[in-house]
């Protein structure tokens, strides 16, 4: 009877996994949470499943293996979250677009991309030097690092997108950003037609 009821819901009420994609800085983490939220998905940081997982902390991986190495191993993780049977929601890390089979990986049917999108004047200016970033640490410019990093990545964020929302206006709008922004990602998905509009819960986000 169980098996029957599962295979009778129609496939536009099956929530896809979501991936949230953008510069460090656009509020992956915190947005992909209340996403999850939203749809009743379980959320995933990328770069701390990584660290729980192998037990070696990102700043680490970058300091003693490399970034090669670090670039590796998140796809592998990615790879793997996206296997799950029940949907999933993952904040990944800045740089998960970087690698090709990411980028493939992503644009499959079964998962639905947003893009965070900043200018990266205004992420430089949000992106705090965290243990996590090490790219971010020493003598640097946040500001510089995230224009090369645009600049770069822009393209291949945009490649792998079903939706994009600015963060910017959010941030400016007085209202609490964060939910916004999840809002405004889950009514983007719902527009494309990724996620049907019944399985939103909407009670779980303040007005
Ligand atoms: C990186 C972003 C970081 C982390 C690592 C590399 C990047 O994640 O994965 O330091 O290359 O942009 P957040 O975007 O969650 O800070």
Not at 15 to 31: D, E, F, I, N
Not at 68 to 88: I, K
Not at 147 to 174: C, F, K, L, N, T
Request: aromatic content about 6%.
């Amino acid at each position: 009877m169980r098996l029957l009821a599962v295979l009778s819901v129609p496939e536009t009420q099956k929530v896809p996994h979501v991936v949230l994609v953008g510069l460090m800085g656009s509020g992956k983490t915190t947005v992909g949470r209340k996403v999850a939220a939203l749809l009743g998905s379980r959320f995933v940081d990328g770069d701390e499943e990584l660290e729980q997982r192998f037990g070696r902390t990102v700043a680490s991986w970058f300091e003693e293996l490399g970034e090669l190495e670090f670039r590796e191993a998140e796809a592998d993780v990615l790879d793997d979250l996206l296997e799950s049977g029940s949907p999933v929601v993952i904040g990944a890390g800045g740089g998960v677009v970087v690698t090709g089979r990411n980028r493939l990986r992503l644009q499959r049917d079964d998962v639905a991309v947003a893009y965070l999108h900043g200018d990266p004047n205004f992420l430089g200016s949000r992106a705090k030097p965290k243990p996590h970033r090490p790219l971010l640490s020493g003598d640097v410019d946040p500001k510089e690092i995230l224009a090369q990093m645009y600049e770069a990545r822009d393209p291949w964020y945009r490649e792998v997108a079903d939706v994009i929302v600015e963060v910017r206006p959010a941030h400016e709008s007085g209202e609490s950003p964060k939910w916004r922004l999840a809002r405004q990602v889950v009514e983007a998905l719902v527009n494309a037609e990724l996620v049907a509009p019944e399985v939103v819960n909407h009670s779980v986000a303040p007005r």
